[in-house]
């Protein structure tokens, strides 16, 4: 199908894509033509997945892309009425701004998610080397590969923060491993080269989320053959090893901070904006219901929501939450529902991994529209039309 061919291209475009784009643009080898570049291409390939034929993803609706699509409408809903009524003060305009993209990016990665097909390897694991080669190459004296530092001042602005350049590279390492895992001699310098390019990154949260992926998926294998477990166990063992030596050239890097994490600024002040949250959400019978819509831009913008799921039930009151735990409970379920027929496949193992992913992000780091809960509804959505068509054909 023509769907499934553009998926592979929105893919490049979107993940590493946005990596190459961003390194060119901070670089200098090109103009900030696409400004922030990702919400541009993102946008864009939702409305050509749709004249493609992506409609098609809306005919094998299931409980998750159900409870999805109404947890959209939803955020749509509330932060439109908000906005009429101009809540939150001096914030409805950028609420109202981040509410949409938010919204329009999960349903572009879910389209995403139900078309590609996850074949080739050599596709994956090459864009994955080039990355990493990049990363390794371009560290700088903070001991982290961010292109902000070397951004001239005209274009910094446009050059995407270390946190979207490790969303991207998480992507593109997380098909790498589901593509190889089981299938590969490719596997093991894959997950090497996640692991490094990764941590000199910078992005804690997407690193973290990767080691968890990675040993989730052989835990969860092991029942086949336990020597991968301690195979996989030795090669991050090895990868933290290199990165260890290669941290005696940049001793100051922030990825160091997890040896004590709750010490580091950044997590103190998640904590802070998350217990203002809850006081205000519990402060009344309202808010307990219907949650207080960005009540968390008083400590400063936008930015200031708590990093968790709890912001699920700020935004869009107790039946967003509910919503959200719905979709993860019933994917989980799933995991094991779809395992006998579709356990040896690519998809199913991606879908597994990202499945860990969102859930470690939305219950310690990431807020609601967490974009790669739309991928993995999305895969979910493709493994459950896939099995379905198993099934039928079984029956002729």
């Known amino acids: 199908m023509i769907e499934r ?44 997945f749709i004249i493609l034929g992506g409609w098609r993803a809306f005919l094998s609706l299931n409980p998750v892309t159900i409870a999805f699509f109404v947890i959209l409408f939803l955020s749509l809903l509330i932060s439109g009425f908000s906005y009429f009524f101009g809540v939150p003060l001096g914030y409805s305009n950028e609420m109202l701004r981040w509410s949409i993209v938010g919204v329009m990016l999960n349903f572009s990665l879910f389209l995403l998610g139900y078309f590609i097909p996850l074949e080739r390897k050599w596709i994956y694991f090459s864009l994955l080397f080039v990355m990493f080669l990049i990363v390794v190459s371009n560290v700088g ?176 009151g107790f039946l967003g939450f509910l919503l959200y735990i719905l979709v993860l409970f019933v994917m989980w379920i799933s995991v094991f529902g779809l395992y006998r027929e579709m356990s040896e496949s690519s998809l199913y193992k991606a879908f597994v991994c990202f499945l860990v992913c969102i859930t470690i992000a939305l219950i310690f780091s990431k807020d609601y529209s967490y974009i790669l809960v739309g991928l993995t509804v999305g895969l979910h959505a493709q493994l459950r039309a896939l099995k379905a068509n198993k099934e039928r054909a079984s029956y002729l």
């Not at 390194?23 to 103009?31: E, I, L, Q, R």
């Not at 692991?195 to 000199?200: N, Q, T, Y």
């Not at 992926?213 to 029942?223: D, E, Q």
């Not at 901070?257 to 009344?284: C, H, K, P, T, Y």
């Open 5 to 48: 061919k553009f998926a592979v291209f929105c893919f490049f475009f979107l993940f590493p894509g946005f990596f190459f784009y961003n390194y060119s643009v901070a670089k200098g080898y090109m103009p900030a033509f696409l400004g922030g570049y990702f919400s541009v291409v993102a946008i864009a390939s939702a409305t050509h």
């Open 141 to 316: 004296h903070s001991g982290i590969f961010d292109l902000r530092r070397v951004a001239q001042v005209e274009v910094i602005d446009s050059v995407s923060s270390y946190q979207g350049i490790g969303r991207s590279i998480l992507v593109v390492s997380i098909f790498s491993l589901a593509i190889t895992f089981g299938k590969s001699s490719l596997f093991y310098p894959s997950v090497f080269f996640s692991l490094v390019a990764l941590f000199l990154n910078g992005a804690r949260t997407e690193f973290l989320l990767y080691v968890f992926a990675v040993i989730f998926i052989h835990g969860f294998y092991i029942i086949k053959d336990s020597r991968v477990f301690l195979r996989v166990l030795f090669l991050i063992f090895v990868g933290f090893l290199s990165i260890l030596a290669f941290s005696e050239l940049v001793p100051v890097s922030r990825m160091f901070q997890l040896a004590d994490v709750f010490s580091s600024s950044s997590v103190q002040e998640r904590g802070r904006q998350f217990v203002f949250s809850i006081n205000e959400v519990f402060g009344s019978i309202e808010g307990g219901v219907l949650g207080s819509y960005g009540a968390y831009t008083s400590l400063g913008g936008v930015g200031h929501y708590p990093h968790n799921i709890f912001s699920a039930w700020v935004n869009l």
